[in-house]
């Protein structure tokens, strides 16, 4: 008789086999939508009484986290590990560094191929990393950025 608790993972070469269970089941917990700072990104918005947004857009490139589409223009929330965030600058794991190094490059040149790939479609672009949105005076500094791009 078969465990039924016990979660098997097919393996698909998007990430290295982890070492132990517990990475294991910390990696598969990771969202890739409705992450935490986007949540947070999305209520800052709307406490400011920011309108008009949608999320996840399957037809605009890159599907942005937010997206304004009567002003064309697109937010990214990044999480600072994944992106390789330019502000904290952190490390990477001590198993797999190899697989994560590429990994994270991988996904810089695809964040900065879909930005480009916007632009040319006359979009405008927002980055906003998962850090800034700690502290209040950081959060009114990304606000600021993403009311005078949807302005423009």
Known sequence: MRNRNVKIYIRDGRSPVPINEHVSRTMSAIQSRNTGP???ARKLLRVNAIKGFETHLRYVPGRPDIAFKKTKTAVFIHGCYWHGCP?????????HRDFWKKKIEANKLRDARKNRE???LGWRTVTVWACRLKTESR???VLSRIRTAFRR
């Open 87 to 95: 502000y904290c600058r952190l490390q990477l794991p001590k198993t």
């Open 139 to 141: 959060k009114r500094r």
């Open 118 to 120: 916007l632009r040319r």
């Open 38 to 40: 986007e949540l947070l």
